[in-house]
């Protein structure tokens, strides 16, 4: 069982900066894949972005709608979403992810989730 803590979101305007960071509660010895959901008012929860290992496979996945704005990293199995030029359509709440393999990224392929953390932004 991995519980996923959650950190950063916030309310800012069209254009400004925020940092979401999630890491397991507990130390964990795998090598999670691991990945950022948003679910917008309405809309289905979809991949923001993520990143499948930490080592030297790693791999990164971004939505048409992040790249160019967002960026991820992790270290170990802390994962960090640095979001950049918001919009309002960026606007909703933004789950952590995690899983011990990775298959993709779709929200069927992510067994641990967090809690969930708000992002507002307003034009």
């Known amino acids: 069982q991995v519980q996923l803590v959650e950190s950063g979101g916030g309310s800012v305007q069209t254009g400004g900066s925020l940092r979401l960071s999630c890491a397991p509660a507990?130390?964990?010895?795998?090598?999670?894949?691991m990945a950022w959901f948003r679910q917008g008012p309405g809309k289905e929860r979809e991949a923001v972005a993520g990143v499948n290992s930490a080592n030297s496979n790693r791999r990164l996945y971004y939505a048409d709608s992040a790249k160019g704005r967002f960026t991820v990293s992790k270290v170990e199995n802390t994962l960090t979403l640095q979001m950049t030029d918001l919009k309002p359509e960026d606007t909703g709440i933004y789950y952590c992810?995690?899983?011990?393999?990775?298959?993709?990224?779709?929200?069927?392929?992510?067994?641990?989730w967090g809690q969930g953390t708000q992002v507002t932004v307003s034009s």
């Open positions: 992810a995690a899983e011990v393999t990775c298959y993709g990224f779709g929200p069927d392929d992510f067994g641990y």
């Open positions: 507990a130390e964990s010895y795998n090598d999670l894949c």
